[in-house]
T-cell receptor
Framework: DAGVIQSPRHEVTEMGQEVTLRCKPI?????LFWYRQTMMRGLELLIY????????DSGMPEDRFSAKMPNASFSTLKIQPSEPRDSAVYFC????????????FGEGSWLTVV | GQNIDQPTEMTATEGAIVQINCTYQ??????LFWYQQHAGEAPTFLSY????GLEEKGRFSSFLSRSKGYSYLLLKELQMKDSASYLC???????????FGKGTSLLVTP
């Protein structure tokens, strides 16, 4: 089975530009998570969806960040405008129903804002 | 909210046993997870504890004490490929997301 698929794998962009990160969860999984990882702060939850509906977005840093999930097989995380402090690895993850089910991570999108 | 603490770094010798501790404080608890993350890669699931006690899976075991807010990951017969970051994560009883500690970077030396 295909795992969680993210794109792009690497992106370098200039400050002020819009960045869009994409994610395809594992088929049949109805929870989707966006995490951000930096050396200083570790792995932080940004937002998660259940059945395409945002459940908790309290981790989204500020209004420059937005996330959508238009259907069960696709989600985007957008940063507009981007800033150097947004440089991080952004992971998308998904899980299925069932309290014991674990979360599976994609390979990550490595973002550098210069 | 949650506070999850684990040592930043550990070093151990190939073939030895190492224990990585994790303490947590949470308003509600419904599971503790351990993930392994090699440099430049995604975290991958290792173990899950929701009840007190020891869960064994091959060379890896994980222990949980809910009353003490404490868990450990035990790695036996260490191999060079075990050099990685080990992340402790807690799930609150109010949600499905995991909150992660900052990870313990383990270096296995010959």
């Amino acid at each position: 089975d295909a795992g969680v698929i993210q794109s792009p794998r690497h992106e370098v962009t200039e400050m002020g530009q819009e960045v869009t990160l994409r994610c395809k969860p594992i088929s049949g999984h109805d929870y989707l998570f966006w995490y951000r990882q930096t050396m200083m702060r570790g792995l932080e939850l940004l937002i998660y969806f259940n059945n395409n509906v945002p459940i908790d977005d309290s981790g989204m840093p500020e209004d420059r960040f937005s996330a959508k999930m238009p259907n069960a097989s696709f989600s985007t995380l957008k940063i507009q405008p981007s800033e150097p402090r947004d440089s991080a690895v952004y992971f998308c993850a998904s899980r299925g129903q069932g309290w014991g089910n674990t979360i599976y991570f994609g390979e990550g999108s490595w973002l550098t804002v210069v | 909210g949650q506070n999850i603490d684990q040592p930043t770094e550990m070093t151990a010798t190939e073939g030895a046993i190492v224990q990585i501790n994790c303490t947590y404080q949470t308003s509600g608890f419904n599971g503790l997870f351990w993930y392994q993350q090699h440099a430049g890669e995604a975290p991958t699931f290792l173990s899950y504890n929701v009840l007190d006690g020891l869960e064994e899976k091959g060379r890896f075991s994980s222990f949980l004490s809910r009353s003490k807010g404490y868990s450990y990951l035990l790695l036996k017969e260490l191999q060079m490929k075990d050099s990685a970051s080990y992340l402790c994560a807690v799930r609150e009883d109010s949600g499905y997301a995991l909150n992660f500690g900052k990870g313990t970077s383990l270096l296995v030396t010959p």
